[in-house]
């Protein structure tokens, strides 16, 4: 999908850290700053980045997520990349033998959220590409997040999983900005008179039109057509335009042109 | 996230078609096909992919999805890609001055799962990466679907959007009470391909009868036509019903000219 970022909104940048651990490909690193600025995340941390930092893969595939990339923090051990968090989620798709409560992504956003309205701080923690985190980093977090994958089919790349949370942090805000821009999107429905006067317009055209035929059905005839124009739930514009469409069909407009 | 995928697993591929206007990149095509193995989707329709089918690229993007890929259809023409879906979803970052319904992920996809247990084949419409879908693709649509970004940093790949719908897809698997709703009285929406032809057929006795006036306002005109059809939501039968309408509303004309 594309979209053009709107400019002279307000740049949403708050909430849980993401920090990842042992990353590997810049341009993944990139990738991630990219989703957690798209739902309004802005705090990245990695611990001990294989590539070094900062990273030009990672701030070309960041697509202009600058404010995340360039204020990311590098840290040399996991201990140290969430010392200052008082409350860790560690993301994973696969079944361990750790005793820690499992998450969906909602859920644990809304948590999340919570706590960030309490005034926590918080990280959500993703693995390396690879392989993902071990038990003594997973040990580290409060909880567990997994995704409902296909069982089939489960493996996240690590942009996907921050986008999937990310995503979900931006559900649990009061209000949704993107959908200001659209206005309420509510249809208004005429009143019915505007819908019984295109039903005797068309009504009357089809008379002219010689549609009803025999004329005993002549009754059921109409009340179906009646009844198509009902289940339209019309607005009065859109009356109008059909009033206007058959108007045209029946040769009105051609008439009074003569 | 890392994760390995599970042998022996089900695997689930079921659910609403989605459907790529115009993808550009083969990379791209294959990150859309691995999100949706992830989530559970399977049928993914290409309308013109602009560097032909198959594509390498996509096959590698892909990351072993390949009962996705290699199982993708190839359109001409959206109106065909669309062809036997009774309801259609457009996904777009942008606020438009067309009159549709707008939801929000989730609700959309409880909708499709809904739509998907009464039987109905749905799809969601997505456009290209650099400048998503047009007014006239987005007509065809009966509802938009946006996501709840961040309003300074909006844009959204491809790959991403497609996941999170998918997503929200999959997650609408666990609850079903709320669905029962749909039982045998629920309409029966025909396939879109019945709604193109009464469109055209409408259009074609508009032109006739000299309706779009002036020329340059026909697109709009007729853009305004078919988002009413759209609206209707309209069965076979009724469809047919309408296009006997008009035919008998353009005889008449014909022989008042004559």
Redesign the interface.
Known sequence: ??????KN????AEGPAVILCEPQLGQNIGMVAR?M????LAELRLVAPRDGWPNEHATKAA???LHVVENASVHATLEEAVADLSFVMA????PRDIVKPVR?P?EAAGDLRRRFLAGEKTGIL???????LNNDEIILADEIVT????????????A??V??MS?EW??T?DS????D???S???VIADRKHLVGLMEH?EQ??D????FFPAERRDRMAQ??RN?FV?????EQ?IQ??R???A????R???Q?N
Chains 1, 2 share one sequence.
Request: aromatic share 12%; proline share 4%.
């Open positions: 999908m594309s979209g053009t970022d709107f909104k307000p740049l949403i989703a600025a798209n739902f309004g697509s202009g997520a993301t994973t798709a696969r969906g909602e993703y693995g390396r590409e690879r392989w993902g995704f409902p994958v296909n069982p089939a089919f489960a493996s996240l790349n690590i996907q999983a986008l999937l995503y931006m559900k805000a949704n900005p993107a959908f821009a659209f206005g999107g509510e249809r068309v055209a089809l002219d039109a010689g549609y179906t057509v198509i289940h339209m739930k019309l607005q859109e335009t059909l206007g469409v058959v045209a069909l029946e040769g407009r051609r008439k042109q």
